[in-house]
């Protein structure tokens, strides 16, 4: 019997998940335990594996696609079992017919069978009539947009013939008519966007009425009707339009195109007819625009100006050379990493009420201690460690701190666990130690380093990322002296770390040089008042000018 596999939630705080990559095909034999796929989470990418076997029958998320928890990502069952039962409910295949208007047609008169006089026949629409509306081809398509119309108003369609050329979220399609007659209205312009469902065009015998057809055809939503003097004109246009967008010509010859390579060519102003297509029957494609290399053109004066005469040599204007280039831009795709912690963070900054105290610490006797500590054997022990251990024991004094904020109660966490913000290619990730007021300096460096590893590896497990009550964010190391964090929610607070920085500082009355480090706490107000972020600091500067004090 045919199991279906939904995407799975892999961490406390996924919503959706992006397919990686995708370890069998359609068709494969899987075995209990065998890794289906690698899927990009929040926080990590994590190797999926079967707990079914059998026959992959069916894949729901390509490689790439992103989907919400939930959503059928794989069907595995027996080799040719007949699946269409599971697949009801799930996106139209990108090759369905669009819907035909008679199902429209009747739901559309129950709709409107209580305010029509008996008597009368409301949403009929003629015999020999089709309303084409906006076809869904992609299972993620909302809306699509028309690139190319390749018919006019007025024109004969054929079964089979293309009528436009459609740009949905995935790639530009050509939409052929399953219907043969005339085209009588066109809804959606060249250029214009329209949600899927809304009427694209009508397609029946000439001369039929397209306002009565429009107006029987609604489905709870406006459609423009033009007037018949537009409609005539429409055709006119359309062409005027398509003459200059699709028949480019070069020795009065048509130059054949793709809309994507059309957008792509009007985007870097390069003319159509000087690429040379690589496609069908010499249609230009888009690699043939973005490997096209315009030759080098001089221009030769073909006289001398008038200004530039031996009687005008005054007069004569310089010439500047200006640069010369291209201009491009790159569309990224956002990983999954990249999207959560745009919405975490703006989450957190638009609804915890942030404000700033920042104190600087004489690093001295710090950087002093931590010479010795490293010159014991197998002994590794950086500044972060040190900050690390010195918040951890400074929340034990202020539990204020170490809270979350409820709608209805605040949380007073009995427990310490430090989050440390990692730099990742992909974005950033808070590994958690935990327990960190019970851990040693070295165990507090060990620690930072191992999961540090895995963060920037993408091996880090969700569970190890999980449950911090307070975040430390050091950018310290590339050379920036202070700075603010966005509080990582759920938390109180976060504390950015700052380079540390050889001054003139007075001592005991007296201009010396000293070693200081600016900090910053970013609190809550609404957990954390003014008076406790600053004792909070006061302890944390304590510990950190004295760091014999954190060995006791």
Same mark, same amino acid.
């Given at each position: 019997m045919a199991i279906v596999i939904n995407m799975p939630r892999l961490s406390d705080t996924m919503e959706e998940g992006t397919v990686a990559t995708w370890l069998k095909n359609v068709g494969d034999k899987i075995e209990e335990g065998d890794i289906l796929a690698e899927i990009e989470t929040d926080k990590a990418t994590m190797e999926f594996e079967s707990f079914n076997e059998g026959t992959l029958l069916h894949i729901g998320v390509a490689e790439g696609d992103t989907a919400p928890v939930d959503v059928l990502l794989a069907i595995i069952g027996d080799e040719g079992e007949d699946i269409s039962g599971l697949l009801n409910g799930s996106a139209a295949p990108a090759e369905e017919k669009p819907a035909s208007p008679a199902g429209r047609e009747e739901s559309v008169a129950m709709e409107t069978s209580e305010a029509a006089p008996a008597n009368t026949e409301p949403n009929a629409i003629p015999e020999g009539v089709e309303v084409i509306t906006m076809p869904r081809l992609s299972d993620t398509m909302e809306e699509g947009t028309v690139a190319t119309w390749l018919k006019n108003v007025g024109d004969t369609v054929e079964e089979g013939d293309i009528l436009a050329e459609i740009e949905t979220d995935k790639a530009t399609m050509e939409f052929e008519s399953f219907y043969a007659g005339t085209l009588l209205y066109i809804?959606?312009?060249?250029?214009?966007? @329209?949600?899927?469902?809304?009427?694209?065009?009508? !397609?029946?015998?000439?001369?039929? =009425?397209?306002?009565?057809?429009?107006?029987?055809?609604?489905?709870?939503?406006?459609?423009?009707?033009?007037? @018949?003097?537009?409609?005539?004109?429409?055709? +006119?246009?359309t062409k005027k339009e398509t003459a200059v967008e699709n028949k480019i010509t070069n020795d009065g010859q048509r130059i054949f195109a793709s809309p994507l390579a059309k957008k792509i060519a009007k985007d870097k102003g390069i003319n159509l007819a000087d690429i040379t297509g690589s496609g069908d029957h010499g249609r230009i494609v888009k690699k043939d625009v973005e490997n096209y290399q315009p030759s080098a053109q001089t221009h030769t004066p073909t006289g001398t100006p008038k200004e530039a005469s031996p009687s005008n040599a005054i007069a004569a204007s310089p010439i500047i050379n200006l640069p010369v280039g291209q201009e491009g831009n790159e569309a990224v795709k956002n990983s999954q990493m990249r999207k959560v912690i745009a919405k975490r963070l703006s989450e957190s900054k638009f609804t915890a009420p942030h404000y700033y105290l920042n104190i600087e610490v004489d690093m001295s006797n710090a950087m002093a201690s931590r010479k010795k500590i490293n010159d014991l054997p197998d002994t590794k022990v950086s500044y972060n460690d040190m900050v690390v251990k010195a918040c951890a024991m400074a929340l034990k004094k202020h539990p204020q701190v170490?809270?979350?904020?409820?709608?209805?109660?605040?949380?007073?966490?009995?427990?310490?666990?430090?989050?440390?913000?990692?730099?990742?290619? =992909?974005?950033?990730?808070?590994?958690?130690?935990?327990?960190?007021?019970?851990?040693?300096?070295?165990? !507090?460096?060990?620690?930072?380093? =191992?999961? +540090?590893?895995?963060?920037?590896n993408k091996? !880090? +497990?969700?569970?190890?990322?999980?449950?911090?009550?307070?975040?430390?964010?050091?950018?310290?190391?590339?050379?920036?002296?202070?700075?603010?964090?966005?509080?990582? $929610?759920?938390n109180s607070a976060i504390l950015s770390v700052g380079a540390i920085v050889e001054k003139p500082v007075v001592r005991?009355?007296?201009?010396?040089?000293?070693?200081?480090?600016?900090?910053?706490?970013?609190?809550?107000?609404?957990?954390?008042?003014?008076?406790?972020?600053?004792?909070?600091? $006061?302890?944390l500067r304590a510990y950190l000018e004295n760091p014999v004090t954190m060995l006791a």
């Open positions: 809804g959606i312009q060249e250029g214009e966007s @329209s949600p899927v469902d809304e009427v694209l065009a009508v !397609i029946g015998p000439a001369g039929t =009425d397209v306002d009565a057809v429009l107006k029987g055809s609604a489905k709870g939503t406006t459609v423009s009707t033009p007037s @018949s003097e537009k409609t005539e004109a429409q055709p +006119a246009e170490n809270t979350t904020w409820g709608d209805t109660e605040m949380m007073y966490h009995q427990h310490i666990h430090i989050g440390v913000a990692v730099a990742v290619p =992909d974005g950033l990730m808070v590994p958690v130690l935990k327990f960190a007021d019970q851990m040693t300096l070295t165990q !507090i460096g060990a620690s930072v380093k =191992d999961l +540090a590893g895995k963060a920037r091996k !880090i +497990a969700p569970n190890e990322m999980e449950g911090s009550t307070f975040t430390v964010s050091n950018l310290g190391m590339f050379g920036i002296v202070d700075f603010t964090s966005i509080i990582n $929610q759920p005991n009355g007296e201009i010396v040089v000293g070693n200081t480090m600016k900090v910053t706490l970013a609190c809550d107000h609404r957990t954390v008042d003014g008076a406790t972020g600053a004792q909070f600091l $006061q302890t």
